[in-house]
């Protein structure tokens, strides 16, 4: 499978995500990158993501374009990410982004515990 921009967004991000994306990569001076996004690891407690400047787009990745930001997903991740909502959220802590993925209540629900441990429970093979 080859890397292909699409016209359907898989996901969302907010426009306040992608201003504060388009400023980190102005700061950088790599406003012609895109934002690669990622599942980092998966546990009982859920999904773990990842965001990354990404200036290449590799075989089976899929890109697309959402308020002007390029992104980029790779074919794992993204089977795992469809539908999910990225926003950009601060209290008085600060800030961060945060993942709203359907797929992850569905998937948890299907075996994991809910635990938080790294262990595998609830995992049946």
Known sequence: MSSGVITDAPI???ERAVREIQSVLEKENRSS????IFVADRD???YKYGMGIDDTS???DTEFVQHGL???IDATSLEHMIGTTVEYVED???GAFRFENPNAATEESSGGCGCGCRCGCGDEE
């Open 12 to 14: 969302t991000l907010s």
């Open 33 to 36: 990158d895109a934002l690669r």
């Open 44 to 46: 009982c407690s859920g």
């Open 58 to 60: 590799h075989n089976g």
């Open 70 to 72: 390029r992104v980029v």
């Open 92 to 94: 008085e802590h600060g």
